[in-house]
């Protein structure tokens, strides 16, 4: 089974319906499936709920990534 981010984020913000869709997970037999992208749409969708959006970043936040999509580090 593949759980999607909209899955996690209801179940872990305790939304309507989150009970049966933890029901569902945990009565599936077979592997569950998560991507990177589905991690980090829950992640940044969790932290838009605890109120982490309201303060501004600055354009200097995100200057770890590069275009090609990878990391890195600095010094």
Request: zero cysteines; proline letters at 4%; hydrophobic letters at 45%.
């Amino acid at each position: 089974m593949f759980v999607d981010a909209s899955v996690i984020v209801a179940i872990l913000a305790k939304e309507p319906g989150w009970e049966e869709l933890l029901k569902r997970i945990l009565d599936t037999a077979g592997p569950l499936h998560v991507s990177a992208l589905v991690r980090v749409e829950a992640t940044f969708a969790l932290g838009r709920l605890s109120g982490g959006a309201k303060k501004a970043k600055s354009p200097n936040a995100v200057g770890g990534a590069r275009s090609d999509g990878h990391l890195h580090r600095r010094n």
